[in-house]
């Protein structure tokens, strides 16, 4: 099985709101990410966890707050967007560095957000 | 920093012709490359990783090859079919403490039946 599965499929929220993004997989991969894709841009790294702790924080603004509860599990908690936040979330696991498998990433569905 | 370049941007060509992408990198030192494709609105597929030792893989009517030393890899989509029809991205894992991989910003290809 190499699914990685995002909920919700789309989301729609106001400038107020608080919210999650979710991602799972069932691969044993300890190293997870986000990454965001603007419309017609490449996707853009976020957040990396490698065994369960963030080891990468690409610059982000504070209103994305990542959580790795365990190896399975990564979540994104957004609060108090921008209408310029609008885009497509990727999650995407694979092994951690140095360790099996040539650590080739897997991406789901992704989240399509919008912030009004 | 690690800066990944695909030319074509765009590609259209008639069903059943043989195509290839091209995909530069300016750092050299990298761990690996993968070969992406994305349908509209769509996550991203894998299609093909090469370790930085290797020089090709293949996938069915997939090969890709890695020239490290020159920054360059090239996909070539053999007989192309309309389902074909995607963006496809290239990005290259940089290794050591960086496990995010970095982006070039696609060939949208559109294969004409």
């Known amino acids: 099985d190499t699914e990685v599965t995002q909920t919700p499929k789309h989301l729609v929220m106001g400038m107020t709101n608080k919210k999650s993004l979710k991602c799972e997989q069932h691969?044993?991969?300890?190293?997870m990410y986000w990454y965001k894709q603007k419309a017609k841009k490449p996707p853009e790294l976020m957040f990396v966890?490698?065994?369960?702790?963030?080891?990468i924080n690409e610059s982000v603004p504070s209103r994305f707050s990542p959580e790795c509860p365990n190896s399975s599990l990564l979540n994104l908690h957004l609060h108090a967007l921008q209408p310029e936040d609008s885009a497509l979330y990727l999650c995407?696991?694979?092994?951690?560095f140095g360790r099996g498998a040539y650590n080739e990433q897997f991406f789901g569905p992704g989240t399509r957000l919008t912030v009004l | 920093k690690q800066e990944v370049t695909q030319i074509p941007a765009a590609l259209s060509v008639p069903e059943g012709e043989n195509l290839v992408l091209n995909c530069s990198f300016t750092?050299?030192?990298?761990?690996?490359l993968q070969w992406f494709r994305q349908d509209p609105g769509k996550g991203l597929t894998s299609l093909l990783l090469?370790?930085?030792?290797?020089r090709e893989q293949t996938s069915g009517r997939l090969n890709a090859s890695l020239d490290k030393s020159s920054g360059r890899s090239t996909l070539y989509i053999a007989a192309s079919q309309p389902g074909d029809s995607a963006t496809y991205l290239c990005a290259v894992h940089s290794g050591g403490g960086a496990d995010g991989l970095t982006f070039g910003k696609g060939t949208h290809l559109i294969i004409q039946p």
């Open positions: 090469i370790q930085s030792s290797q």
């Open positions: 750092d050299s030192a990298i761990y690996n």
């Open positions: 691969m044993g991969h300890r190293a």
């Open positions: 966890y490698s065994y369960e702790k963030l080891s």
């Open positions: 995407a696991s694979s092994h951690p």
